[in-house]
């Protein structure tokens, strides 16, 4: 047990093993240090014992502004005590998706849902109702949720159901390949192009790892499924209002055909939205495809939209949050080197990922990493051991390595991050 196994958090822990399974509500978090939080502001955590954390996981990525940002929690406890769920309409519902159409630039309109998993499910099925076909090419290593069709073991090769209760069949439209290689998605397409109704992508690997798109692949998916007569849909759960107001599709110049947000989309509240042109979406809007929820657009998520989505459009954070974040990724490769551990770290600073080479690299080795494949060759046991320490230390990720920063990190947390890290690396 770590450092963390403290009274209140031990308390807690025993509690919670009695009434949560595995002392959880996501399974997501079995892994992580027993640590119970009491309060967040800003980039800080507080855990039950008191001890602060500068928190690089936020929420898995949601909290982008930074914890309880104060315009948010404004607006919402506002909205709040005008009513919370009216299963109708009402006025910022409309604001929010407004406010979408005019960030995400390309789509004309929106439908508002609670979670990333439940939103790609409306993106397929709207694929499926407009192309008249089943098959969805995916990508090995991306996450798209923990549903039946769409959970998969993250190995190379074909889908693998990844949980006990798994429906198998539902994976059986799922054409898994290799990332960021063209040549095997015009291979799919050639041999099953007529059955195919959308090919699904983060547009930049971000749940696992941090691998941006070779030059041309998201321009060459989307010719071909143009081509190939399917739609290209964005999965933008992470990237969306987080590479750029207007997500990956504007940092790499390639809109697809529908796109999926979440996460930063609502400043910690759990939305989601699906976007894309009129004459997609209108099949919802004409019954003839089913999308519904008793919460989707529920005053405090729609107020949740409008406050984060006006905070990130009239101030964006997104130079500073970069910079910050390649200033944490310099910080950390000097006291991985101090302390001669081979830290590994990739991406574009705004999020990035941490992990170590494989002992046969030796510290100076270097790895080129454009896919799950690559990912596979990292130490990520050394890394989960890290992060274990850095939670002991005070730094909060994710046992991933994937590190978010938010707009609410700044010189103090940068400091705090990076001493504190120095001190876990020293055991790593
Ligand atoms: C890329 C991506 N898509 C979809 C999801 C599912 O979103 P949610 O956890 O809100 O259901 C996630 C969650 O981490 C994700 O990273």
């Known amino acids: 047990m770590t450092t963390h196994d403290s009274r209140a958090a031990a308390d807690l822990r025993a509690r919670a093993l009695q009434v949560l399974p595995g002392g959880v509500n996501s399974n997501v978090r079995l892994d992580a240090p027993p640590v119970f939080f009491a309060r967040g502001e800003g980039a800080w955590l507080w855990d039950v014992d008191g001890r602060d954390y500068v928190d690089h996981l936020l929420g898995q990525g949601p909290a982008f502004l930074g914890h309880a940002h104060p315009e948010v929690v404004a607006r919402v406890s506002e909205a709040c005590t005008t009513g919370m769920v009216f299963g109708a309409q009402h006025a910022l519902e409309v604001e929010a998706a407004e406010l979408v159409r005019e960030l995400v630039g390309w789509a004309e309109m929106v439908r508002l849902g609670m979670t990333g998993t439940e ?127 207007g997500g990956a599709a504007e940092r790499y110049g390639v809109t697809p055909d529908l796109a999926v947000y979440g996460k930063a989309l609502a400043g910690g509240f759990p939305v989601a939205a699906l976007a894309g042109p009129a004459e997609l979406m209108e099949r919802f809007g004409t019954a003839e495809v089913n999308h519904s929820g008793t919460f989707n657009a529920c005053v405090m998520a729609a107020a949740a939209v409008v406050a984060s989505l006006e905070t990130l459009r009239d101030d964006p954070p997104y130079e500073r949050v970069r910079a910050h974040g390649l200033a944490l990724m310099d910080g950390l490769r000097s006291a991985a080197e101090e302390a001669g551990v081979p830290l590994r770290l990739q991406g574009p600073g705004i999020a990035f990922h941490a992990s170590f080479l494989p002992e046969e690299n030796g510290a100076s080795g270097e790895l080129e990493v454009r896919d799950l494949r690559g990912l596979k060759r990292l130490d990520t046991a050394r890394y989960q051991r890290f992060a274990r320490a850095l939670a002991d230390a005070g730094v909060w990720v994710a046992g991933r390595g994937v590190w978010y920063v938010s707009a609410a990190h700044g010189e103090r947390e940068l400091d705090a991050a990076l001493s504190r890290a120095a001190t876990a690396l020293r055991g790593a």
């Open 119 to 245: 939103t790609v499910q409306a993106a397929f099925r709207l694929a499926r109702a407009v192309t008249g076909r089943q098959k969805i090419i995916r990508f090995e290593g991306q996450y798209h949720g923990w549903l039946d069709n769409v959970l998969i073991r993250f190995e190379p090769g074909p889908a693998q159901v990844a949980t006990a209760g798994q429906q198998a069949s539902a994976l059986a439209d799922a054409i898994v390949l290799p990332w960021n290689d063209l040549e095997a998605v015009r291979a799919a397409l050639e041999r099953h192009g007529d059955e195919v109704a959308a090919i699904v992508t983060e547009p930049m690997m971000l749940n696992q790892g941090a691998i941006e798109p070779a030059p041309g692949f998201l321009a060459g998916l989307k010719e071909l499924a143009a081509d190939a007569g399917a739609l290209l849909i964005f999965d933008e759960v992470i990237t969306g209002f987080r590479l750029a107001l």
